[in-house]
T-cell receptor, first 115, second 112 residues
């Protein structure tokens, strides 16, 4: 079974631009979560989607948004990029998300650099 | 607020010895706990998990211990190998929730 895939793997943008990141979950998984990891920080939860609905959102500004499609693929968008948005963005999938002893599986991440 | 905490940012251990990574949590509703291993520029890889109905789970060189009364879990790696050098994250979830909560990670260095 193929793992979680994320595209692109690396991205360089300038301040003020916007960016869209893509995530394809493991086949059969319906929950997709997004995390931001910056140097010295843990995994900061952005949001979680299940069956095309955002069920949970972390403490990030409205510039960060996402969506999920009917095939469970998900996209994350960051508008008006700031230097502080430079980070590794991780996508993770699970069948139901955080219930009944589920395990979440991560993709390789997208490394975003904002100049 | 940080509901899952890893108070040791780094740990160095000699090859062949035991590595013990610790994690504390505050939410008594958490009933499932996981450990992930992460290499630089890669996504975290699932390592081992434990349900709150158990106090120990073992998988090869890796053992996770759970002390519910202390809200504490630990990951033991025996024997430690240089390839174990990575950042280790603990995570927790609750049956009634829909989110995983992660600690800030502990960077393990195994010295050959």
């Amino acid at each position: 079974k193929a793992g979680v895939t994320q595209t692109p793997r690396y991205l360089i943008k300038t301040r003020g631009q916007q960016v869209t990141l893509s995530c394809s979950p493991i086949s059969g998984h319906r929950s997709v979560s997004w995390y931001q990891q910056t140097p010295g920080q843990g995994l900061q939860f952005l949001f979680e989607y299940f069956s095309e609905t955002q069920r949970n959102k972390g403490n990030f500004p409205g510039r960060f948004s996402g969506r999920q499609f009917s095939n469970s693929r998900s996209e994350m968008n960051v508008s008006t990029l700031e230097l502080g948005d430079s980070a590794l963005y991780l996508c993770a999938s699970s069948f139901l998300q955080g219930r009944g002893g589920e395990t979440q599986y991560f993709g390789p991440g997208t490394r975003l650099l904002v100049l | 607020d940080q509901q899952v905490k890893q108070n040791s940012p780094s740990l160095s251990v000699q090859e062949g010895r035991i590595s013990i990574l610790n994690c504390d949590y505050t939410n008594s509703m958490f009933d499932y706990f996981l450990w992930y291993k992460k290499y630089p520029a890669e996504g975290p890889t699932f390592l081992i998990s434990i349900s709150s109905i158990k106090d120990k789970n073992e998988d090869g060189r890796f053992t996770v211990f759970l002390n519910k009364s202390a809200k504490h879990l630990s990951l033991h790696i025996v024997p430690s190998q240089p390839g174990d050098s990575a950042v280790y994250f603990c995570a927790a979830s609750a049956e009634t929730g829909n989110q995983f909560y992660f600690g800030t990670g502990t960077s393990l260095t195994v010295i050959p």
